[in-house]
């Protein structure tokens, strides 16, 4: 990697309570790069994607973004930053009150009521590319299944074109097809938009499929990172453990 | 237990006397730092009108049946009431100068700012609570959307417009309640009735109606706010900041209305 990253997490650490979530937590991804990121629940990996997003501040280690260090920033200049970024809720966490079409466009309205013509096309082009039709552009988001939710949630997070997109459990709760459709639509965001891709997941065939990178999350540390083809062949015990799903092994 | 000292109990006893208070207190600071926080954000543009009158429309007009409904009771009881001890006294005829003078100065504002803090404190920490422990507030943010901005700075400009407006409603309300049993049951001169009422009604007290109103719609706005936002833990965690948010603004309405009472007529 000879060009900066286009995140540097260094020595990160939060804590809640006497709880240590993240525990020096130091990682590098660089730009257009796929990261996937593994480890059980609980053990810190939303809340990494949120220190990063600057939703949680940190107690200590630093974040880059594109050499910037964005842990000390004003909300007005983390404003800024949180342009290149685009998210996707675990639960979607779409706004309830907005119809699909407000949804998706609402990084580009801001929560303005301004040109609805022109958003509702943006948003009939952004949900063509996760599968839905215009047929759902005025339902209400309580109105969809949860798969067509966290697809609207991906749209909308890709609306603005982000250059660093996270995605949090992306295929949970899918049917195995769709959750490959997801996969697909991941791998074909990094590789068309070049974007650079972090994701949060338990399953190990989206891992495989979408990830350049692997990193195991342990303890509030990174315990293992390489690249995909290695996963398997890690010759790490616990990451050994947690991709063939043991309940025996040093994880308890 | 460290403390086995005949001092022990005693020494605990304080000790639990202090964690409440500083409990207390450290929740005070924090609801403070959330209403100057909502200020100085919400003072700084972008501003949202589009939100801004849908709360209005939310707080203000749907809660009008209900307000109505209470004011209309409430002057009508006030009347009777007053009819029924002023005849122990030969002071029957102060019932209208009672009714007028209950209504706007106490009733009115009170059991307006109590109807809808019970409407929309609790919709409100229900609502933003909901938002939060569903990642909505933080999806918000992320989508470079100020949350105090977008969704509190609305809310209470709303309450501090609307509640003022709905107690005047109230008001007149009330006091027609008065007349309606005063006239039509109690044998009152309709007239007289109105003139008297006419004659005890002072601006002054119509003014400090809207002052207790303007001040008891940022409380409702900002107990509902600041509960929901801090909600967490699931379902619970949203009924919960329902519930805190219905009973702090009906103690802080109390404890206000008396303190501005207290200050203008002491």
Same mark, same amino acid.
């Given at each position: 990697m000879s060009a900066v990253p286009k995140i540097e997490l260094d020595g990160l650490s939060k804590a809640f309570g006497a709880n240590r979530v993240l525990d020096g937590v130091s990682l590098a991804i660089a730009p257009g790069e796929s990261l996937t990121v593994i480890g059980q629940s609980g053990s810190g990996k939303s809340v990494m994607l949120k220190c990063i997003l600057g939703l949680i501040r940190p107690d200590a280690g630093s974040i880059r973004i594109d050499g910037e260090d964005i842990t000390r920033l004003s909300e007005r200049d983390m404003a800024r930053v949180r342009a290149k970024f685009g998210m996707l809720f675990q639960g979607g966490a779409l706004f309830d009150s907005l119809p699909v079409w407000r949804n998706v466009t609402f990084a580009l309205t801001r929560g303005r009521n301004r040109s609805a013509a022109r958003m509702k096309a943006i948003a009939e082009e952004n949900?063509?590319? #996760? %599968?839905? %039709?215009?047929?759902? *552009?005025?339902?209400?988001?309580?109105?969809?299944? %949860? %798969?067509?939710?966290?697809? #609207?949630? *991906?749209?909308?997070?890709?609306?603005?074109?982000?250059?660093?997109?996270?995605?949090?459990?992306?295929?949970?709760?899918l049917d195995p097809i769709r959750a490959d459709v997801i996969n697909d639509l991941i791998t074909s965001l990094v590789e068309d938009l070049g974007a650079t891709a972090v994701t949060i997941t338990h399953d190990m065939a989206s891992a495989r499929k979408i990830a350049h990178r692997v990193a195991m999350l342990y303890q509030g540390e990174i315990i293992w990172c390489g690249p995909r083809d290695q996963l398997y062949e890690s010759g790490n015990p616990y990451v050994d453990q947690f991709v063939q799903g043991r309940a025996d092994g040093p994880i308890r | 237990m460290t403390n086995s000292s005949p001092a022990g109990p005693i020494i605990a006893l304080f000790a639990a006397i202090g964690r409440i208070a500083?409990?207390? !207190?450290?929740?005070? =600071?924090?609801?403070?730092?959330? =209403?100057?926080?909502?200020? /100085? /954000?919400?003072?700084?543009?972008?501003?949202?009108?589009?939100?801004?009158?849908?709360?209005?429309?939310?707080?203000?007009w749907f809660s009008l049946p209900v307000v109505g409904l209470t004011a209309v009771f409430t002057g009508a009881a006030l009347a009777q009431q007053t009819f029924t001890a002023g005849t122990r006294f030969n002071a029957t005829s102060t019932v209208p100068a009672i009714v007028v003078i209950g209504i706007v100065r106490e009733l009115g504002p009170v059991l307006v700012g !109590? +109807?809808?803090? =019970?409407?929309?404190s609790s919709a409100m920490a229900a609502e933003l609570g909901t938002m939060r422990v569903t990642e909505q507030l933080d999806a918000l943010t992320t989508l470079r959307t100020d949350p105090y901005?977008?969704?509190?700075?609305?809310?209470?400009?709303?309450?501090?417009?609307?509640?003022?407006? +709905?107690?005047?409603v109230a008001n007149a309300i009330g006091i027609f309640g008065g007349y309606l049993i005063a006239v039509y049951k109690l044998g009152f001169n309709a007239t007289g009735y109105l003139r008297v009422t006419r004659q005890f009604l002072e601006w002054s007290d119509f003014g400090m109606a809207l002052v207790k109103a303007g001040v008891f719609g940022f409380f409702i706005a900002l107990m509902g706010c600041y509960h929901g936002f801090r909600a967490g833990g699931g379902a619970a965690g949203v009924g919960e900041a329902t519930r805190d948010a219905v009973v702090s603004a009906f103690i802080l309405i109390l404890v206000s209305n008396l303190l501005i009472t207290v200050m203008a007529f002491g």
């Open positions: 949900l063509e590319k #996760v %599968g839905l %039709g215009r047929q759902v *552009l005025n339902l209400r988001p309580s109105e969809l299944s %949860g %798969g067509m939710q966290k697809r #609207v949630a *991906l749209a909308r997070a890709i609306a603005p074109r982000p250059e660093i997109i996270f995605f949090d459990e992306p295929t949970t709760g | 500083v409990g207390w !207190l450290a929740a005070v =600071g924090r609801t403070a730092l959330f =209403g100057v926080q909502t200020l /100085r /954000r919400g003072l700084t543009p972008p501003y949202y009108p589009n939100k801004l009158f849908e709360q209005l429309a939310h707080i203000g !109590l +109807m809808v803090a =019970g409407r929309v901005r977008y969704l509190i700075a609305p809310r209470l400009l709303a309450c501090v417009i609307a509640l003022p407006l +709905m107690v005047l």
